[in-house]
């Protein structure tokens, strides 16, 4: 089945400077990429996604990469904020597939 | 429309007891998915359900029943509670279409359950 590799575990950057999330993933098959933003205590939710047929994709600080190939995808935030702080979970499926498999996490900090 | 409802929030029980985890959307969505979330582990996805009538087992389904009489509700059953239960749990649904913006998977706000 697929497996999910998430690093860093942890992540603190100073506010203003940019942050890179990178995952891996096993299954070629895989075709949709989430990434899920998890404050203390919340719940996760959806900050952007991305699928196989697409290279990159961006929504205003945000943005997500893939390399099919490598079979890599990484979550890119610029100019971050303090409330950027918080746990970002990658996932893997296949579309119309919806069994989603999560990395492990990363703990971002964003220090004033 | 209330999007995805988890009851109880908190919930603390004794080793061998028994408890069902409610789950219940309003948007029509014919996915339903049970996760557990674990310190460093990310989530981890216990049963899920592609409509009314059907389950499977995810990763982590050993000790949870789950069933799913109809579209709305989707809840999880702990049959003999261990401490190794104690975990966050996640009910989450979705369409099962492909298509944008169907994809997304909605959780709702989870139930931190205690097993002593």
């Known amino acids: 089945g697929e497996n999910v590799e998430q690093h860093p575990s942890t992540l603190s950057v100073q506010e203003g400077d940019s942050a890179v999330i990178k995952c891996t993933y096993s299954d070629s098959a895989s075709n949709y990429f989430p990434w899920y933003k998890q404050e203390l205590g919340k719940r996760p939710q959806l900050i952007i996604d991305i699928r196989s047929n697409v290279g990159e994709k961006k929504d205003q600080r945000i943005a997500v990469t893939l390399n099919k190939t490598a079979k890599h995808f990484s979550l890119h935030i610029t100019e971050t904020q303090p409330e950027d702080s918080a746990v970002y979970f990658c996932?893997?499926?296949?579309?119309?597939?919806?069994?989603?498999?999560f990395g492990t996490g990363t703990r971002l900090l964003v220090s004033p | 429309n209330a999007g995805v409802t988890q009851t109880p929030k908190f919930q603390v029980l004794k080793t061998g007891q028994s408890m069902t985890l409610q789950c219940a959307q309003d948007?029509?969505?014919?996915?339903m998915s049970w996760y557990r979330q674990d310190p460093g582990m990310g989530l981890r996805l216990i049963h899920y359900s592609v409509g009314a009538g059907i389950t499977d087992q995810g990763e982590v389904p050993n000790g949870y029943n789950v069933s799913r009489s109809t579209t709305e509700d989707f809840p999880l059953r702990l049959l003999s509670a261990a401490p190794s239960q104690t975990s966050v749990y996640f009910c989450a649904s979705s369409y099962s279409i492909q298509g944008p913006a169907k994809n997304i998977q909605y959780f709702g706000a989870g139930t931190r359950l205690s097993v002593l």
């Open positions: 996932a893997a499926s296949k579309m119309g597939f919806q069994k989603l498999v």
């Open positions: 948007m029509n969505h014919e996915y």
